[in-house]
């Protein structure tokens, strides 16, 4: 049996998880960002040519990839985020079950993986609890617009391509509407800690 409590903290972009990261490492929690698992694994040779033959090779240059172009061809439509999804997902699980394991060793009992495609990726399933956040879409294109430095219209997009709030509602532990401040989301999230 294991002995540490692993979280699994979801939600469409834009929603606050980044923030809430910072409470959990507040509250003791190691943390493991599947974002910054991503940006690792770009790096991978094999991953870089996986990319080039199904988005294009002109997103290689000098032995890296341009994020920004991936992102626009990535993220056009469903297929085309699926197609991203099963090129990331399997490389992604894997360096986050030898980082899992790494905390693991230390002896860490706390873990928050924070992880937008937690569902996606099929990792909820190992997680002792499940949380999404969730918040109106317009808060939510305001952040990602500030966020990523791009229009709403490609932040509209993004949303439209992701599970909806009502899937996150019905499959998480817990979920928590991020709609007012950070003060609130801090209170609402200290209070959900103490709890679980």
Same mark, same amino acid.
């Given at each position: ?16 998880? @980044? ?14 960002? +599947? ?9 991978? $040779? ?57 905390? +693991?060793? @230390?002896?860490?009992? $706390? ?9 996606? +990726? ?32 490609? +932040? ?37 800690? @103490?709890?679980?």
């Amino acid at each position: 049996m294991r002995k540490y409590k692993l979280v699994g903290l979801t939600g469409r972009t834009g929603s606050g998880k @980044s923030a809430a990261r910072e409470v959990f490492k507040n509250n003791g929690y190691e943390i493991i960002d +599947a974002d910054a698992l991503a940006r690792e694994v770009i790096g991978d $040779k094999i991953l870089q040519s996986d990319i080039a033959a199904y988005f294009g090779a002109d997103l290689l240059n000098n032995g890296a990839v341009d994020r920004k172009k991936l992102s626009k061809r990535a993220f056009k439509d469903s297929e085309s985020v699926k197609t991203l999804n099963a090129v990331f997902h399997p490389r992604i699980t894997h360096l986050f079950i030898e980082k899992l394991n790494a905390f +693991a060793r @230390s002896g860490a009992d $706390k873990i928050l993986f924070d992880a937008p495609q937690l569902f996606e +990726a099929k990792l909820d399933i190992i997680c002792d609890i499940t949380l999404a956040f969730i918040s109106e879409d317009e808060k939510r294109i305001k952040r990602i617009t500030e966020r990523d430095g791009i229009t709403e219209e490609m +932040a509209k997009s993004r949303l439209e391509i992701q599970l909806p709030d009502s899937f996150f509602i019905e499959n998480c532990d817990y979920y928590i509407e991020n709609n007012s401040t950070v003060e609130k989301l801090q209170s609402d999230l200290e209070e959900l800690i @103490s709890r679980i």
